[in-house]
């Protein structure tokens, strides 16, 4: 698996009610709340954001409430994967849920700055950045979680198999 | 040797031995969700093609986010739930009139229980870790997996012991205790691990106070907070449920990733600062804050025990005039009890607005939604950026007697100052 996007980034401790806000839990319809998408940190990221565009935070990447709404809206703006130095433990396994790939790679942040076209292979573990010709290598998930991203979320992954084949 | 959060998940996935690291697949105890979550769980359930859940006995539901309906979409989403847990027959559903906030409620109808593995679509799951259960919080879809297969996996966590020691000054409670653990360590100072909190200061606390502990280690990034059973657990248990438990305890020797003392004793009335929890300061650091709002409720701050502080503190006192106090008692056994005692005519006369048991401001929903620039004092669990309302506004945690005397003032206040 292989995702090639343009860098938007932000910070440390990017929590679940800045990526969708509690009041916007109301809507079921994903494709209307994910325009409130970041709105506390800047409201103007989903007019600017393009479907295949890639995030790359800091530390603890959303931290807070278990909403899934959180990835969900990430993954309906068309955002193809989030890096981080490393994530909060719900958001982690919603995003996988769901079939938003998600990458702990430790440093990434450093040599990738927000508007860079950056390259990552799923597979081999690597993120090219096209911009400065840099590359980083991470740890690759467990297999077991790649499969469920293959599927494109758990509901596949149990529909296919029935019961979690750890 | 294991730790109790070790022997619980080992248990529950029918294996002897297992080690941090290692993924296993547990059997569901309880699984809990609410008004918010409950709509979209069906949702995904249904996408799964099954025609039941798994087990109609093992599944909570009490509405508590946004009601009672804030708005039409609220109706909407509580239609949702209210139709999939009929369609269902979930057997244990406390809808209006009998509901409470899920976490208050949930031990005190009896399905917080020892030895058990709880998940809830939310967080502050964690809470129920307070009598000595693996409790934690899961999204939308891994709950359908949950309502589907009774099953949920789990990477077993390493754990961090908190041995805090020490009598606590007076007006200083478990929320303090716990908001300068998370200043401590950070928000993600214990990603992904379990929190054990002992020592003498913990077996001194009351029940009520346990849970607010065991409420906010997700706010340091745990999996899980847990505190080993004692008989005040067992007798707090058997008087809310004849369903019988098994005891689990971390062995003496059980291996921890660090062992953290905290001195409880030198601890004063704590506040934390916009916008993560981790932002501590002491209330009388904080003194030249005015606030607009202060907000006694939720699951973290809206036991009766809180209720009974506010109003020692409230009593003969008036709100100050520029302030709204807004007092949310977490479920309809404890609102009643606050009419009985005489709490409830405490709180209109010096001011407070009471409400109906609801999460409501404390997730920028209804009942006291913060406008621009708006400062809020509350004894709820977070204070992320436009958590409460506007995003220019701002939350300040602290217990509840902190919340009431600032109330009372205007502006952050120690207890002990008024």
């Given at each position: 698996?292989?995702?090639?996007?343009?860098?938007?980034?932000?910070?440390?401790?990017?929590?679940?009610?800045?990526?969708?806000?509690?009041?916007?839990?109301?809507?079921?319809?994903?494709?209307?709340?994910?325009?409130?998408?970041?709105?506390?940190?800047?409201?103007?990221?989903?007019?600017?954001?393009?479907?295949?565009?890639?995030?790359?935070?800091?530390?603890?990447?959303?931290?807070?409430?278990?909403?899934?709404?959180?990835?969900?809206?990430?993954?309906?703006?068309?955002?193809?994967?989030v890096i981080a130095n490393y994530f909060a433990r719900i958001f982690f396994r919603n995003a996988i849920n769901i079939g938003l790939p998600l990458i702990e790679a430790p440093g990434a942040y450093q040599i990738i700055n927000e508007g860079d076209i950056i390259e990552v292979n799923l597979t081999e573990g690597v993120i090219k950045n096209f911009t400065t010709n840099k590359e980083i290598?991470?740890?690759?998930?467990?297999?077991?979680?790649?499969?469920?991203?293959?599927?494109?979320?758990?509901i596949n992954y149990l529909r296919k198999n029935g019961e979690f084949k750890i | 040797m294991p730790t109790i959060t070790e022997k619980i998940l080992a248990e529950a996935s029918g294996v002897k031995k297992i080690s941090p690291g290692e993924i296993v697949n547990a059997n569901i105890d309880i699984a809990l969700t609410h008004d918010a979550l409950c709509g979209p769980v069906a949702r995904?359930?249904?996408?799964?093609?099954?025609?039941?859940?798994?087990?109609?006995?093992?599944?909570?539901?009490?509405?508590?986010?946004?009601?009672?309906?804030?708005?039409?979409?609220?109706?909407?989403?509580?239609?949702?739930?209210?139709?999939?847990?009929?369609e269902q027959g979930i057997q244990n559903y406390y809808p209006i009139g009998n509901h409470g906030i899920c976490h208050v409620m949930l031990p005190e109808e009896g399905f917080a229980r020892p030895g058990t593995v709880i998940v809830g679509t939310d967080s502050h799951t964690c809470t129920h870790g307070a009598v000595g259960a693996f409790a934690t919080g899961i999204g939308t879809t891994?709950?359908?997996?949950?309502?589907?297969?009774?099953?949920?996996?789990?990477?077993?966590?390493?754990?961090?012991?908190?041995?805090?020691?020490?009598?606590?000054?007076?007006?200083?409670?478990?929320?303090?205790?716990?908001?300068?653990?998370?200043?401590?360590?950070?928000?993600?100072?214990?990603?992904?691990?379990?929190?054990?909190?002992?020592?003498?200061?913990?077996?001194?606390?009351?029940?009520?106070?346990?849970?607010?502990?065991?409420?906010?280690?997700?706010?340091?990034?745990?999996?899980?907070?847990?505190?080993?059973?004692?008989?005040?657990?067992?007798?707090?248990?058997?008087?809310?449920?004849?369903?019988?438990?098994?005891?689990?305890?971390?062995?003496?020797?059980?291996?921890?990733?660090?062992?953290?003392?905290?001195?409880?004793?030198?601890?004063?009335?704590?506040?934390?600062?916009?916008?993560?929890?981790?932002?501590?300061?002491?209330?009388?650091?904080?003194?030249?804050?005015?606030?607009?709002?202060?907000?006694?409720?939720?699951?973290?701050?809206?036991?009766?025990?809180?209720?009974?502080?506010?109003?020692?503190?409230?009593?003969?006192?008036?709100?100050?005039?520029?302030?709204?106090?807004?007092?949310?008692?977490?479920?309809?056994?404890?609102?009643?009890?606050?009419?009985?005692?005489?709490?409830?005519?405490?709180?209109?006369?010096?001011?407070?607005?009471?409400?109906?048991?609801?999460?409501?401001?404390?997730?920028?929903?209804?009942?006291?939604?913060?406008?621009?620039?708006?400062?809020?004092?509350?004894?709820?669990?977070?204070?992320?950026?436009?958590?409460?309302?506007?995003?220019?506004?701002?939350?300040?945690?602290?217990?509840?007697?902190?919340?009431?005397?600032?109330?009372?003032?205007?502006?952050?206040?120690?207890?002990?100052?008024?």
């Amino acid at each position: 698996m292989i995702l090639k996007g343009r860098v938007w980034k932000f910070g440390d401790n990017v929590n679940t009610d800045e990526i969708i806000a509690g009041k916007r839990l109301l809507t079921l319809d994903f494709n209307e709340i994910a325009k409130y998408a970041f709105e506390a940190i800047d409201p103007e990221f989903t007019k600017k954001v393009k479907p295949g565009d890639i995030i790359i935070a800091g530390d603890n990447f959303g931290c807070g409430s278990s909403r899934e709404q959180a990835p969900i809206v990430i993954k309906k703006l068309g955002v193809s994967a989030v890096i981080a130095n490393y994530f909060a433990r719900i958001f982690f396994r919603n995003a996988i849920n769901i079939g938003l790939p998600l990458i702990e790679a430790p440093g990434a942040y450093q040599i990738i700055n927000e508007g860079d076209i950056i390259e990552v292979n799923l597979t081999e573990g690597v993120i090219k950045n096209f911009t400065t010709n840099k590359e980083i290598r991470f740890k690759k998930i467990p297999k077991f979680l790649t499969e469920i991203l293959a599927e494109g979320g758990v509901i596949n992954y149990l529909r296919k198999n029935g019961e979690f084949k750890i | 040797m294991p730790t109790i959060t070790e022997k619980i998940l080992a248990e529950a996935s029918g294996v002897k031995k297992i080690s941090p690291g290692e993924i296993v697949n547990a059997n569901i105890d309880i699984a809990l969700t609410h008004d918010a979550l409950c709509g979209p769980v069906a949702r995904e359930f249904q996408k799964l093609g099954l025609k039941e859940v798994w087990d109609r006995s093992r599944i909570v539901v009490t509405p508590d986010h946004f009601i009672p309906a804030k708005d039409m979409e609220a109706a909407n989403l509580y239609l949702e739930m209210d139709k999939f847990v009929r369609e269902q027959g979930i057997q244990n559903y406390y809808p209006i009139g009998n509901h409470g906030i899920c976490h208050v409620m949930l031990p005190e109808e009896g399905f917080a229980r020892p030895g058990t593995v709880i998940v809830g679509t939310d967080s502050h799951t964690c809470t129920h870790g307070a009598v000595g259960a693996f409790a934690t919080g899961i999204g939308t879809t891994e709950m359908a997996a949950v309502f589907a297969t009774g099953k949920c996996w789990f990477r077993v966590p390493e754990t961090i012991k908190f041995n805090i020691t020490g009598r606590l000054k007076r007006y200083v409670y478990a929320k303090d205790v716990i908001l300068n653990i998370i200043g401590k360590i950070g928000v993600d100072g214990a990603l992904y691990m379990a929190m054990e909190f002992d020592g003498e200061t913990v077996k001194n606390l009351s029940m009520d106070e346990r849970f607010v502990i065991c409420n906010m280690a997700i706010e340091a990034g745990a999996k899980n907070g847990i505190i080993n059973p004692d008989e005040k657990t067992i007798e707090y248990v058997k008087s809310k449920t004849q369903t019988p438990f098994k005891i689990f305890r971390s062995d003496e020797n059980a291996v921890y990733r660090e062992i953290i003392p905290v001195e409880a004793d030198k601890i004063e009335p704590t506040v934390a600062e916009p916008y993560l929890p981790s932002n501590i300061r002491t209330a009388r650091e904080l003194n030249n804050i005015e606030i607009n709002q202060a907000v006694i409720g939720s699951c973290t701050g809206g036991r009766y025990s809180d209720l009974e502080i506010a109003a020692e503190i409230l009593k003969n006192r008036k709100v100050a005039s520029n302030v709204r106090l807004i007092i949310i008692p977490a479920t309809q056994k404890i609102y009643l009890k606050t009419l009985e005692t005489g709490l409830l005519r405490i709180f209109i006369q010096a001011g407070a607005s009471v409400s109906t048991p609801t999460c409501g401001p404390c997730i920028g929903g209804h009942m006291g939604v913060l406008g621009r620039g708006e400062v809020a004092i509350a004894s709820t669990n977070r204070n992320f950026k436009g958590r409460m309302g506007d995003p220019t506004s701002k939350v300040y945690l602290a217990s509840p007697a902190t919340v009431a005397a600032s109330a009372v003032t205007g502006r952050i206040t120690d207890p002990r100052d008024l």
